[in-house]
């Protein structure tokens, strides 16, 4: 065959195999969603050669180039600004016949028809694709918002969408920083025991009215400097779901805020130095008259009451109400706290040197347990049903008030009823917190070793009293040990409870400071001096004195008012919280109660010194003569010898 036929069989042969090919499309058209990706599917059944090889993408309806690829590669520069680098081939996929578009981040104008036409240098073909509908959710608010503290403000959310605000089926709102739910709202209806603790009462949305409109803002009321972060509006409809993000930048101290910190200022330069000054010079000019009495009082009056108004304003300012109430009672109970320790100061006379000298320690006690602990109680009360049970529960607290009465009306001269009652009153928290949180949360061994050591004390005091004279030293290393253990022995049961973090440490504060006082308690009744005698102390104790009421009255002060200023600023700069209070105020709470323990224990140690001589060398007597009892044998055998030795022989022997 010559070559001109076999030139014009190959031409044929590649007609017969080009001619007439079909591009094919999608079944119908399509939905997208609004934003998405979608492909517009294009291709032939058998491979096209790619020498001139040309595809071209079009609107049906306007002529707009979407895309096109020629001479063997894609022409993004050719594409309608619309389009471009959104709409992209398969590059991959041409050689094999697959001529389909990627369309990226969908838009309301892409909805249309479509056109694929496929060029070959022998033939062509073409296929439409149309975007019927395209499903929209759009969410949208305001991105940055600044507030004061204490104002109410409004996180916008409106949604846009094709769907019926009927058929909307979740909107939440989340502070997504902290992962905590603020509001939702749920096929109609608005779930707000869903809310997180810290908002509760404080968020609302629209009215229905507003909320048929699309509007699903957040009014959030009474803004507080924790609130500071980034909040996010979630809508759920179906499969669709979108959400917007608002965020609380900068957030101002409000007006009591600056008042708390001015109050913190003036409470301690005024209070604490200014007043402090003049309270050591008429200690130092040793006057006892009424205008030093009156700078005295005021000493120690004036910082403290204005830190306990400080923490309540704070309290109710950030809705730290169980934190702020034992703060707020730390510094008003600390006040005859210090006028007992300035009894040795020569200030107070008569009638109120008596009643300062009897009632502080027992009111700290009482006032802090039950701040600290009224939260377990009130679940406790709620849960037992039994009146039985209820007074039963009842009774520690109301003995101590019974001992506080009684202790405030007269002297008791041997272990005070005011002791009794506390250490009556650990083991009845003890009890609480085992009855609370259950044997399963609580390590039974440990339950038990604390509750025996106060029970052990209890009988301790109640058969024992105070001892005869030759085994008191005996009585008081028992009694300091039983407390010692009794002490080690509840820290560790309120350490190994399991519960919120925060508030197992802050239980762990306050049991170790009331354990303190119960010391204090101790030694305070087993010195019993009379308020007379303490003026006959010597320069060195009444300095030791003066150092620790100074001590407490500007160094646990400015603690507690750097403490607070620090927290309030660091909160409206970062907006969050830094430290539970408790976990400092009372641990400086306790170095002061140290303190005064440790004058105490000295006051008691100068007091009882001789009578503690005394039964050291009575013991150490009774340890010489049980010694010479087990020499004492063979001593006596040999005066015997020696008696037989010396009685005089028979003559006749």
């Known amino acids: 065959m010559g070559t001109a036929p076999k030139m014009y069989f190959y031409l044929l ?11 094919h499309g999608p079944p119908g058209p399509l939905i997208v969603q609004l934003g998405d990706s979608v492909m517009l599917p294009c291709f032939v059944k058998t491979p096209l050669p790619l020498e001139e090889l040309e595809v071209e993408w079009k609107r049906n309806d306007s002529e707009t180039l979407v895309h096109l690829w020629q001479d063997g590669e894609s022409r993004p520069e ?53 975007i019927k509908e395209i499903e929209r959710l759009i969410v949208s608010g305001a991105h940055i918002i600044s507030a004061y503290a204490g104002e109410d403000i409004t996180l916008n959310c409106s949604v846009d969408s094709h769907i019926t ?59 507080r400097t924790e609130d500071k972060g980034l909040y996010m509006c979630l809508v759920f409809s179906g499969e669709l779901s979108a959400n917007t993000t608002v965020e609380i930048q900068q957030l101002g101290l409000s007006f009591l805020h600056i008042a708390i910190l001015i109050l913190c200022i003036l409470g301690f330069v005024i209070g604490s130095l200014i007043l402090g000054f003049l309270s050591y010079t008429s200690y130092k000019k040793e006057d006892d008259s009424r205008r030093a009495l009156a700078v005295q009082c005021a000493h120690v009056l004036i910082p403290n009451i204005t830190m306990s108004i400080v923490f309540i304003i704070w309290g109710v300012t950030e809705g730290f109400f169980k934190e702020a109430a034992t703060c707020s009672a730390l510094n008003f109970v600390r006040i005859l706290f210090l006028l007992w320790t300035a009894l040795h100061l020569k200030t107070f006379q008569d009638f109120p040197r008596r009643l300062i000298n009897h009632f502080p320690i027992s009111l700290q006690y009482t006032v802090i347990t039950a701040v600290a602990y009224f939260r377990i109680f ?62 399963h949360q609580i390590n039974v061994a440990a339950a038990i070793f604390t509750l025996f050591f106060p029970i052990l004390s209890l009988l301790w005091v109640y058969f024992c009293n105070i001892p005869k ?10 009694m300091f040990i039983l407390e010692v253990l009794s002490t080690s022995g509840s820290i560790y049961l309120h350490y190994d409870v399991k519960i919120d973090m925060k508030e197992h440490d802050a239980l762990v504060c306050v049991n170790a400071f009331l354990h303190i006082l119960t010391l204090i308690v101790l030694f305070t009744h087993l010195n019993n001096l009379p308020a007379q005698q303490s003026e006959s102390r010597n320069t060195g104790t009444q300095r030791c004195h003066l150092v620790v009421f100074m001590f407490g009255t500007v160094g646990v002060v400015f603690v507690n008012a750097v403490v607070l200023s620090v927290e309030l600023i660091l909160k409206a700069r970062n907006g969050e919280r830094t430290v539970d209070l408790r976990l400092i105020l009372l641990p400086i709470e306790s170095v002061f109660a140290v303190c005064c323990l440790a004058l105490q224990i000295s006051a008691f140690w100068k007091k009882k010194r001789e009578r503690f001589r005394e039964d050291i060398e009575k013991l150490r007597q009774l340890c010489v003569c049980k010694q010479r009892q087990r020499d004492s044998p063979p001593q006596s055998n040999e005066h015997e010898l020696e008696n037989l030795a010396s009685v005089p022989q028979p003559s006749g022997s």
């Open 78 to 130: 050719s594409q309608n600004n619309h389009y471009y680098e959104r709409a992209h081939f398969f590059t991959e996929e041409i050689a094999h016949g697959n001529f389909s578009l990627l369309l990226t981040d969908v838009t309301r104008k892409d909805a249309g028809v479509y056109k694929c036409a496929v060029y070959t240098k022998l033939d062509s073909g073409e296929t439409l694709i149309e």
């Open 378 to 439: 009130v679940d406790i009360f709620s849960y037992i049903t039994d009146t039985l049970l209820k007074v039963i529960l009842s009774l520690p607290p109301s003995f101590l008030l019974l001992a506080l009465i009684i202790g405030c009306c007269r002297r008791i001269h041997t272990i005070p009823m005011v002791y009794i009652a506390i250490e009556s009153s650990n083991f009845g928290r003890m009890m609480v917190i085992v009855w609370r949180y259950g044997l």
């Open 469 to 478: 004279r030759w085994n008191y030293l005996f009585w008081v290393s028992v």
């Open 13 to 23: 042969l590649i007609v017969f195999i080009c001619d007439g090919f079909n591009v």
């Open 165 to 223: 605000p009927e058929k909307i089926e979740d909107v939440s709102w989340k502070k997504t920083d902290e992962d905590i739910l603020v509001l939702l709202y749920q096929e109609g209806t608005i779930l707000t025991d869903s809310t997180s603790e810290r908002y509760v009462d404080r968020v609302e949305f629209f009215s229905a009215e507003e909320r048929m409109k699309g509007n699903f803002s957040l009014r959030l009321k009474d803004v």
